[in-house]
């Protein structure tokens, strides 16, 4: 019986590997996807995959041909990985609903977003910042897959505790703060995140890391009734199901 050989294409991240370790491969800033196949059309419908949330993890861990770790990935990479496959899957053209009108979004059309490169230690995923109202001195990282994970996993838990509980903005905070005043001792950090991190100061950290946290930009322009405005591309069950009808 013959082999089939799967088509495959060179993604390029990013990142430009930049956040990643020198002996990681994803230092090279590139991985390689096949195209999606029946298998992967088998996962998207899983619904133990759906129920769990798991679904795009498992979808895109079956793509990538790299030798890589999927939880290694910063999420802006993973989110370029997850464009690339819907095109390689289904085509570039992408049917949204916005403000009532049906239109069409082109996703070849989606560009990296810039960031600020001379702040990067290349293969150093961490920063410093200096919170400008309480002035204090603090490292953190960029998130990757492994980490949102985590951060998943200890929100289902307080759920658990209080239904009505829904910390995620300042968990993600203590998740990716490395070292408040030199101190990277985890308690440290979510003490400090829960007793002395101010609205403010949290809010320019925020801003910071957006300038720069390697991503693909989501933006579109789009139709409305009164004229074209930019928006947030919508991430529907239409993305990886186009015949869904959802």
Same mark, same amino acid.
């Given at each position: 019986?013959?082999?089939?050989?799967? @088509?495959?294409?060179?993604?390029?991240?990013?990142?430009?590997?930049? =956040?990643?370790?020198?002996?990681?491969?994803?230092?090279?800033?590139? #991985?390689?996807?096949?195209?999606?196949?029946?298998?992967?059309? +088998?996962?998207?419908?899983?619904?133990?995959?759906?129920?769990?949330?798991? $679904?795009?993890?498992?979808?895109?861990?079956?793509?990538?041909?790299?030798? #890589?770790?999927?939880?290694? =990935?910063?999420?802006?990479?993973?989110?370029?990985?997850?464009?690339?496959?819907?095109?390689?899957?289904?085509?570039? +053209?992408?049917?949204?609903?916005?403000?009532?009108?049906?239109? %069409? $979004?082109?996703?070849?059309?989606?560009?990296?977003?810039?960031?600020?490169?001379?702040?990067?230690?290349?293969?150093?995923?961490?920063?410093?910042?200096?919170?400008?109202?309480?002035? %204090? +001195?603090?490292?953190?990282?960029?998130?990757?897959?492994?980490?949102?994970?985590?951060?998943?996993?200890?929100?289902?838990?307080?759920?658990?505790?209080?239904?009505? +509980?829904? @910390?995620?903005?300042?968990?993600?905070?203590?998740?990716?703060?490395?070292? #408040?005043?030199?101190?990277?001792?985890?308690?440290?950090?979510?003490?400090? $995140?829960?007793?002395?991190?101010?609205?403010?100061?949290?809010?320019?950290?925020?801003?910071? #890391?957006?300038? %720069?946290?390697?991503?693909?930009?989501?933006? %579109?322009?789009?139709?409305?009734?009164?004229?074209?405005?930019?928006?947030?591309?919508?991430?529907?069950?239409?993305?990886?199901?186009?015949?869904?009808? $959802?």
């Amino acid at each position: 019986m013959s082999e089939f050989k799967f @088509p495959t294409e060179e993604i390029d991240l990013p990142s430009k590997g930049l =956040l990643y370790p020198k002996d990681n491969p994803l230092a090279s800033g590139k #991985v390689e996807m096949k195209y999606m196949t029946a298998k992967e059309e +088998d996962i998207l419908t899983n619904p133990n995959y759906i129920a769990k949330g798991t $679904v795009i993890d498992k979808l895109l861990q079956s793509l990538i041909i790299s030798k #890589v770790d999927y939880n290694d =990935l910063i999420q802006g990479d993973q989110n370029a990985i997850m464009i690339a496959a819907r095109i390689l899957g289904y085509g570039k +053209d992408y049917e949204i609903k916005h403000d009532g009108i049906t239109q %069409v $979004v082109d996703l070849t059309t989606l560009e990296d977003k810039e960031f600020d490169e001379s702040l990067i230690t290349p293969n150093i995923n961490e920063f410093s910042f200096t919170l400008p109202h309480s002035k %204090v +001195d603090l490292t953190f990282k960029i998130l990757t897959v492994g980490d949102t994970n985590k951060i998943k996993r200890e929100l289902d838990g307080l759920k658990k505790i209080n239904k009505n +509980d829904n @910390p995620e903005m300042s968990t993600r905070l203590k998740h990716m703060i490395t070292s #408040v005043g030199g101190d990277r001792d985890a308690k440290t950090i979510r003490s400090f $995140v829960d007793t002395a991190l101010l609205a403010r100061d949290a809010r320019a950290l925020r801003e910071y #890391v957006s300038r %720069v946290q390697p991503d693909i930009n989501l933006t %579109v322009t789009v139709e409305t009734s009164s004229g074209e405005e930019d928006a947030t591309l919508p991430i529907t069950a239409n993305f990886f199901w186009p015949d869904a009808g $959802v």
